[in-house]
């Protein structure tokens, strides 16, 4: 069974940094892409960051230039650093794997999320 497990989560200052990390665990053949989605209280989950296993980044508009996205294949894990914090960044931040195969062969990968850690910055 594939589980995701967020760390790094918690209370900063505006102006701080955090970095979160996500290991994906289990029976994983491949993943196409991971990222990281945020929900804010009585808002929509957003995007993020993602980045793809060759390494291509994508940004929201909202962080680009603040935070970096990376990813450590061998040990199916992305990180997400956050820097220059803003109030506006608090939210339930989600990863996800995209289009995890399990097995070579499978014809449905499926999406993973994790359970979600909680950042908080406070003004």
């Known amino acids: 069974q594939v589980q995701l497990v967020e760390s790094g989560g918690g209370l900063v200052q505006a102006g701080g940094s955090l970095r979160l990390s996500c290991a994906a665990s289990?029976?994983?053949?491949?993943?196409?892409?991971m990222g990281w989605y945020r929900q804010a209280p009585g808002k929509q989950r957003e995007l993020v960051a993602v980045v793809t296993g060759g390494g291509t980044t994508n940004y929201s508009d909202s962080v680009k230039g603040r935070f970096t996205i990376s990813r450590d294949n061998t040990k199916n894990t992305v990180y997400l650093q956050m820097n220059s914090l803003k109030p506006e960044d608090t939210a339930v931040y989600y990863c996800n794997a995209q289009r995890l195969r399990i097995t070579p062969w499978e014809s449905t990968p499926k999406d993973y999320w994790g359970q979600g850690t909680q950042v908080t910055v406070s003004s």
């Open positions: 289990g029976r994983i053949f491949s993943i196409n892409a």
